[in-house]
């Protein structure tokens, strides 16, 4: 579980949306090398698809490629969706891809990158 | 060996052959590296076939490690799932494998299967010559000690997934994943020209199966099939066809147009033929032209039925056609059953006239006689019985009704011998030199006298009607055609003739104001035996060939009849007759 911001509502909705989806970004600079650029999307939409029963505004990243989401469109998407479930979604998104690169590449990958992105995260919070 | 994955994440880390540092080393590590991406390229460019994809893929990975099983899960309904073990493999071993793919592709957002399906679906492919050995007495696990999966992808589309397990720990390592990646990526090319290759090959039997089919089809037709190009040379011409145009097989030389052989050939009927298909790639549609294609001095030669429609390229349908494509039918057994009719036909209209004129003369002699008596009655000054309740005068009301029936016979079985006449190319006309206005008085004068309930009109537009023409046959055709217009404008109404004049021509229009005739019939009104099929219709007398008559008159005098019509504002028929027959 990768840690979430100690103080969630004092940042705001775009803050926790921009700040997950640069670190998806940073997993996909990491991984594309390795596995190539579309792993990361189909990782990404896979685990939006497992968990968007929980949280359904990740509704919007199973069908299409994160590269392709428009940051105006999915706040005003995301406009009704508390600060806090926001941060607690992404958080749990982040999880299942890491997840998703453990299944698939077991520890060759994901550990380094998951300590680098929950630091990068802390600081974009 | 270990490599952190943020430094330097886009650069081939080939540490696996060489640790040093020093240049010439590493420029050596890369040159070793190239050369066996290069070897491992080329076996995939080889590959023709997923069986030898497999090899490929299997040679190239064992050389940068030893495992126990590869597989290669492709996307697609059905998915398709090939497993490439590297010795035999124990059987939850196995289990554990698709257990572990399932939740891979799963990771992968693959549509959702099973352990158990991808265990039904599994094609095992195990190539002899790449098997491992085992060392003596190793046993097979039933654990996976290691694991790798790696998207497969083309153009950043995952088509599938490479899945690598050993039955030892630490099998894969970080140093290799990006070169494991390369070699995968070669695979799903080579997997994807093979399945596209499929594909092409599967088309291509489809289409040849298609053609072949179609060739059967076309051979098995009863009706003959012609074919040609935009020049008019025949490109096709099927079993039936050959055998319909039999006579002139020698004669079509392959590669000449049509038009350009019948220059030549001695075949009568092919000038008729290039002159059809002439009609098609001039891009009109030719329906039911009949030609006779056997020899003239047989009764019944034999006689085509032939249309012919361009043919268009399926994108350009306005451009001139590609060919033509033409259907030959047989119709020489319809002609034969119609000179079969018509021979009856002329048969019975003879047979018929000689008592009809024997009932007609004997009526009419009876009238006269019963007339006669009743005169001298009348004046007789001693009679006092009423004429009128004399039976003398009931005999000639009937003697009347007798007359006008037979003379009603008369004109059928008149019809029905011109038809004999026309059918067999007898209609002989007899010229004379008449005026052509005067003619249409006549004519309209001796219908209006039946006609209490319309009134005929004429409009001469003409300074000079004189015309040399057979005198009967145009007073039977505008006799005809005035005797339609008052039969099919039951209410009454105007019946309106007009005669104009052109440069060599008379042109006579006929209109009524009756029911007129829709556009479809247009084709037909001129055919034998034809009538207009509307339930109206059954409650007019008469057999349908006034008008077939009438237009083999204008035909033989050069002229042209035909037809405009509207159903709400009634008919109007038109001919031409020329001023003088054209010279022979």
């Known amino acids: 579980m990768l840690p979430t911001h100690d103080d969630s509502s004092s940042i705001s909705r775009e803050q926790v949306t921009e700040a997950y989806l640069k670190a998806i970004g940073l997993i996909d600079e990491r991984v594309a090398p390795y596995l190539g650029k579309a792993t990361t999307r189909a990782l990404v939409q896979g685990a939006a698809r497992r968990i968007r029963g929980t949280y359904p505004f990740l509704e919007y990243l199973v069908n299409r490629p994160y590269t392709d989401v428009v940051l105006s469109v999915i706040h005003e998407q995301l406009s009704g969706t508390p600060p806090e479930e926001l941060a607690e979604g992404l958080n749990m998104l982040l999880d299942e891809c890491f997840a998703g690169l453990r299944e698939l590449t077991g520890d060759l990958i994901g550990p380094p990158l998951h300590d680098e992105v929950t630091h990068q995260l802390r600081q974009w919070q | ?584």
């Open chain 2, 1 to 584: 060996m270990e490599s952190s994955v943020q430094s330097q994440p886009n650069v081939v880390d080939s540490s696996f052959r060489t640790p040093s540092g020093h240049h010439a080393e590493r420029l050596i590590a890369i040159r070793q590296e190239m050369e066996y991406l290069n070897t491992i390229g080329k076996r995939f460019v080889a590959a023709i076939d997923r069986i030898q994809v497999h090899r490929a893929l299997l040679a190239a990975l064992q050389e940068l490690y030893s495992f126990s099983a590869c597989c290669i899960l492709l996307k697609g309904d059905p998915f398709e799932l090939f497993v490439i073990p590297c010795y035999p493999l124990d059987a939850s071993f196995l289990g554990s494998m698709f257990q572990h793919i399932s939740n891979a592709a799963s990771r992968l957002n693959f549509p959702y299967m099973t352990p158990v399906q991808l265990a039904r679906s599994a094609y095992f492919d195990a190539p002899d010559e790449l098997a491992q050995t085992r060392t003596e007495g190793d046993i097979a696990e039933s654990e996976i000690g290691s694991y790798l999966h790696i998207p497969l992808t083309v153009e950043n589309r995952i088509i599938g997934m490479l899945s690598l397990f050993d039955e030892k720990t630490d099998t894969f390592n970080a140093n290799l994943l990006q070169l494991t990646t390369m070699i995968a990526d070669y695979a799903a090319v080579a997997l994807e020209n093979v399945r596209l290759h499929e594909r092409e090959n599967a088309l291509w039997r489809e289409a040849e199966l298609e053609r072949m089919r179609l060739e059967l089809i076309i051979g098995s037709m009863a009706e003959g099939l012609l074919i040609t190009d935009e020049k008019g040379t025949i490109t096709s011409l099927n079993k039936s066809g050959e055998q319909l145009l039999s006579e002139a097989l020698d004669d079509l030389t392959p590669g000449v147009p049509l038009h350009k052989i019948a220059e030549t050939s001695s075949i009568s009927w092919l000038p008729r033929l290039g002159e059809i298909i002439g009609q098609a790639l001039a891009g009109n549609t030719v329906k039911s032209q009949e030609m006779v294609a056997g020899k003239e001095e047989e009764r019944v030669p034999l006689t085509l039925s032939i249309s012919a429609a361009p043919l268009h390229d399926a994108s350009e349908s306005s451009s001139r056609p590609l060919g033509v494509v033409a259907v030959l039918n047989d119709i020489t057994s319809n002609k034969q059953v119609e000179r079969l009719k018509d021979d009856f036909v002329s048969v019975v209209s003879h047979e018929l006239r000689t008592p009809l004129t024997a009932i007609k003369g004997y009526t009419q002699h009876l009238v006269r006689r019963i007339e006669r008596r009743l005169r001298k009655l009348r004046d007789d000054p001693n009679n006092t019985v009423s004429i009128a309740e004399l039976p003398e005068s009931y005999d000639l009301r009937s003697l009347s009704i007798v007359q006008s029936q037979t003379e009603h016979l008369e004109r059928l079985v008149n019809d029905l011998l011109d038809l004999s006449e026309v059918q067999w190319g007898h209609l002989n006309l007899h010229y004379d030199t008449f005026y052509l206005a005067d003619l249409l008085t006549e004519s309209a004068r001796s219908v209006q006298a039946s006609a209490e309930q319309h009134h005929i009109s004429l409009d001469i537009k003409a300074h000079d009607t004189k015309v040399q023409a057979d005198r009967v046959r145009i007073g039977q055709v505008v006799g005809n055609i005035l005797d339609n217009a008052v039969k099919y404008s039951p209410n009454g109404g105007q019946v309106s003739m007009h005669l104009e004049e052109q440069e060599d021509n008379y042109i006579v229009s006929i209109s009524d104001q009756g029911m007129g005739v829709s556009p479809e019939q247009f084709d037909h009104i001129f055919e034998r035996f034809y009538r207009v099929h509307n339930t109206a219709s059954q409650h007019f007398s008469g057999i349908g060939l006034g008008l077939y008559v009438a237009k083999a008159i204008i035909d033989q005098h050069g002229g042209r009849i035909w037809l405009s019509s509207d159903q709400r504002t009634g008919s109007t028929f038109h001919f031409t007759l020329p001023r003088e027959p054209a010279p022979q």
